[in-house]
């Protein structure tokens, strides 16, 4: 009599790293939203949020770390955190994630009537912009968390593209209390709700990208970390999309076909994988 094959654990441990992201950042960031919307006062509080002892950014990195340690011991959380950095992987894979989100940024510049598509720093200005703005604005705080760790367990369950596309939506609805508190994390944020479903859309078809990289290098979070810090160095600074509501069209466009593209040449079903 043939055994029954249990249940992969890889949904309740995805649903137990999502819930655990949520409580780890939106413990701080709801308070950060309602002391921007007025509804509560705290001098102590605020002076806390504008702190480094704000680890809101650090959600899913942190979340992804205490599962395994928990689950595998310091032994299997070095071999995770390790292992995504120094996962080897084709150089001429850097090219994708150095220098496809500047090129898909200017390119919705380009298209946009009436809007110069030239760089909004000088180019002396880039190397310190591109170091700072990868050690503070996402990269190294997610990237352990929503490609290291929530992907392979929801590719596990589900096709490739469905998997990345799942964690696109999970990651745009983690910014929600940003989209109700003050501008400084970026412009996207400034119109509240109003855009939170551009924002999901828009993060999805980042997360394919993202997700066909990291596939395709075999689940290198450092290359993962650097088409993410590429995305939001160019939009957000080289050519800011996002503060060119006129370009915001084009680059959702733009974003969707470069999306199809990757997942026609990694296949739905993979998006990328090696096959073993």
Request: aromatic share 12%; with cysteine.
């Amino acid at each position: 009599m043939a055994k029954r094959k249990s249940k992969s654990p890889g949904g309740r441990i995805f649903l137990r790293f999502v819930i655990l992201t949520f409580a780890i950042s939106w413990a701080f960031w709801v308070p950060q939203a309602l002391l921007a919307r007025g509804i509560i006062e705290s001098v102590w509080l605020s002076d806390l949020l504008a702190s480094r002892w704000n680890v809101a950014p650090y959600g899913p990195t942190i979340a992804a770390v205490l599962i395994v340690l928990v689950n595998r011991g310091p032994l299997g959380l070095a071999d995770f955190l390790w292992g995504g950095l120094a996962q080897r992987f084709s150089p001429y894979l850097l090219l994708p994630a150095v220098f496809l989100m500047p090129a898909l940024c200017w390119l919705a510049l380009y298209l946009t009537p009436q809007v110069g598509s030239a760089l909004a720093i000088p180019v002396a200005s880039i190397p310190a912009v591109a170091v700072s703005m990868a050690l503070t604005s996402g990269p190294l705080q997610e990237e352990f968390g929503w490609r290291g760790f929530a992907q392979p367990r929801a590719q596990g369950r589900m096709p490739g593209v469905v998997a990345a596309a799942t964690v696109g939506v999970v990651w745009a609805l983690w910014h929600l209390p940003l989209h109700f508190a003050t501008g400084d994390e970026g412009p996207q944020y400034s119109a509240a709700i109003a855009m939170l479903v551009g924002n999901i859309v828009n993060m999805v078809f980042l997360a394919i990208l993202i997700g066909w990289l990291y596939n395709a290098t075999r689940g290198s979070v450092l290359a993962a970390m650097l088409m993410h810090a590429s995305h939001n160095i160019a939009a957000f600074v080289l050519f800011p999309v996002f503060a060119t509501p006129e370009a915001l069209p084009f680059y959702t466009l733009i974003m969707a076909l470069a999306a199809v593209v990757a997942v026609l040449v990694g296949g739905p079903g993979r998006l990328g994988r090696q096959r073993s």
